[in-house]
């Protein structure tokens, strides 16, 4: 049941994830402030679990190996899209401190 509910929980984080990097793509950083809950909410539950199976390591292994094996391919869906929504993420912070230095500019041109 641990390898499930922490497949569940990584391929949730995955999904929200997702939809993160598609509302960033889409130039709405606002709107993802809704996910932000649910992504503590699971991140807290994974977390937890995590814990719970790596002092359990030797015997979840020995006694769910398939489990363990699909945990991992899941995990790897949740790495890759972690490191999509890190360069979303990072792009609209280049495109936000640019637009705050355009502004800067101006204002410091106007006040000059």
Same mark, same amino acid.
């Given at each position: 049941?641990?390898?499930?509910? $922490? *497949?569940?929980?990584? +391929? %949730?984080?995955?999904? #929200?994830?997702?939809?993160?990097?598609?509302? @960033? =793509?889409? /130039?709405?950083?606002?709107?993802?402030?809704? $996910? *932000?809950?649910?992504? +503590? %909410?699971?991140?807290? #539950?994974?977390?937890?679990?995590?814990?719970? @199976? =790596?002092? /359990?390591?030797?015997?979840?292994?020995?006694?769910?190996?398939?489990?363990?094996? %699909?945990?991992?391919?899941?995990?790897?869906?949740?790495?890759?899209?972690?490191?999509? /929504?890190?360069?979303?993420?990072?792009?609209?912070?280049?495109?936000?401190?640019?637009?705050?230095?355009?502004?800067?500019?101006?204002?410091?041109?106007?006040?000059?």
């Amino acid at each position: 049941m641990l390898c499930e509910r $922490l *497949q569940d929980t990584a +391929a %949730r984080m995955a999904d #929200l994830l997702a939809e993160e990097t598609t509302l @960033l =793509k889409h /130039n709405k950083p606002t709107e993802i402030s809704g $996910l *932000q809950e649910e992504k +503590a %909410r699971l991140s807290a #539950l994974y977390s937890r679990d995590y814990c719970t @199976l =790596k002092d /359990n390591a030797r015997f979840v292994g020995a006694n769910a190996p398939n489990q363990i094996d %699909r945990l991992k391919r899941t995990l790897h869906v949740l790495r890759k899209q972690g490191e999509e /929504n890190f360069v979303a993420l990072e792009a609209t912070r280049a495109v936000s401190q640019g637009l705050m230095a355009a502004i800067h500019d101006i204002a410091r041109k106007k006040s000059a």
